[in-house]
């Protein structure tokens, strides 16, 4: 089961002709209807634009993606950030779009319009965030990448951070994504593997503003694209496995420059008894489905807090809330908002945070 993988050897005789010059291969890349999938397509232009702005825009088939009616279907591709593209190398581009309705409204899973408005009225705060992206590689048949066909690898304990074959499972597309991040000009900070076997962590960040959400969101199409080449999959479902194995989340940490500066442990007091007053609405922005996969993770195991209850402590992994323990004895600089899935979308995890620590609303 699954896709067949062709002969990369052959493929490499016709990626080493020669692109002609003036011709440049842009990958548009966006979120589907699912807020979680993404999906790409290629155009050539005639030159390398000098700007984002000078990409222009394009439309796609929204009744092929989740997105529109087939009466109706045409949604538009407006691009907002430009990488270079690891894939295809030399002047190509891969190119992250907002999506908009046939209507010029953005679509439902567009949660970066609004996420950039946000930014740009709370920009003199000069919100920070840095996102630990967790997730789990899968083989075709939807069992974790490496685990044993018919059984389980042994319990969780020798796997975080580990070393050795029977430890890691995967490390090879870890390495091949943290390389293409660093060339596509993604904010790639870390990379580290995870409590659960096949499971890994890369944090991208810190980045400002809007910043985070498309540096986070194109970090996950390279992840895609790279285990693609590997014929294997790559899950966010925040509890892929069941029992006593731990879920996957989006760390995120987060900082304003009051923070960061001397004495912002108070600053981060002051965001914490805010975030307190609004945990539900959180919840309801930290994965797709409003606190729906989250509470199959958030159980108060597993290095997590309760769904129903906020909390926060000084270097506590079972908190909603934690203050790394070097910053409480700074007495400045962030905090980490362990809630988020994995499947989050960045735009409106980041979006919340800012409305209700800095804007009051
Ligand atoms: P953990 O100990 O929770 O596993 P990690 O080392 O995985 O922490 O991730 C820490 C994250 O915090 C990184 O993404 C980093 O960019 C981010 N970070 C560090 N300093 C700040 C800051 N001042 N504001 C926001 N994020 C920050
Ligand atoms: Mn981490
Ligand atoms: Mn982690
Ligand atoms: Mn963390």
């Given amino acids: 089961m699954g896709a067949p993988i062709t002969d990369k050897k052959v493929l490499e005789k016709f990626l080493e002709l020669d692109q002609p010059q003036n011709k440049c291969m842009c990958e548009y890349v966006w979120i589907d209807g699912t807020g979680e999938g993404l999906r790409s397509k290629c155009r050539t232009l005639d030159s390398v634009p000098k700007s984002v702005k000078e990409y222009p825009e394009w439309n796609f088939d929204g009744s092929s993606t989740y997105q529109a009616e087939g ?59 840095g996102i630990e992206q967790e997730y789990t590689l899968l083989a075709f048949d939807g069992h974790p990448f490496g685990w044993p066909k018919n059984g389980f690898p042994g319990p969780q304990g020798p796997y975080y951070c580990g070393v050795g074959a029977n430890k890691v499972y995967g490390r090879d597309i870890v390495e091949a994504h943290y390389r293409a991040c660093l060339y596509a000009g993604v904010n790639i900070g870390g990379c580290n593997a995870e409590v659960m076997p096949a499971q890994w962590e890369f944090q991208i960040g810190p980045c400002e503003g809007i910043d985070m959400g498309d540096h986070l969101w194109m970090a996950r199409y390279i992840m895609h694209r790279v285990s693609e080449e590997f014929g294997v999959v790559v899950t966010l479902d925040p509890k892929p496995m069941e029992g006593d194995w731990n879920g996957a989340g ?78 409480a004895e700074d007495g400045r600089g962030y905090l980490e908002d362990r809630r988020p899935s994995s499947n989050c979308d960045p735009y409106a995890v980041t979006e919340v945070i800012v409305r209700t620590t800095c804007l009051d609303e």
């Fill in 71 to 129: 009466s109706n279907s045409d949604m538009y591709l407006q691009p907002v950030s430009v990488f270079r593209d690891p894939f295809r190398k030399g002047h190509n581009k891969m190119v992250l779009c907002e999506v908009f309705k046939y209507n010029r409204k953005p679509a439902e899973t567009n949660r970066r319009y609004t996420c950039a408005q946000i930014m740009e009225r709370a920009k003199d705060h000069h919100p920070w965030f």
């Fill in 250 to 327: 989006a760390h995120c940490n987060y900082s304003t420059l009051s923070m960061r500066n001397d004495g912002g442990i108070r600053a981060i007091e002051d965001a914490i008894e805010k975030l307190s007053k609004h945990h539900v609405r959180h919840i309801k922005a930290y994965d797709p489905r409003e606190g729906k996969d989250n509470e199959r993770r958030l159980t108060g195991q597993h290095e997590t807090s309760s769904i129903h209850d906020f909390s926060a402590g000084v270097a506590n992994r079972g908190a909603s809330i934690r203050i790394p323990r070097q910053v």
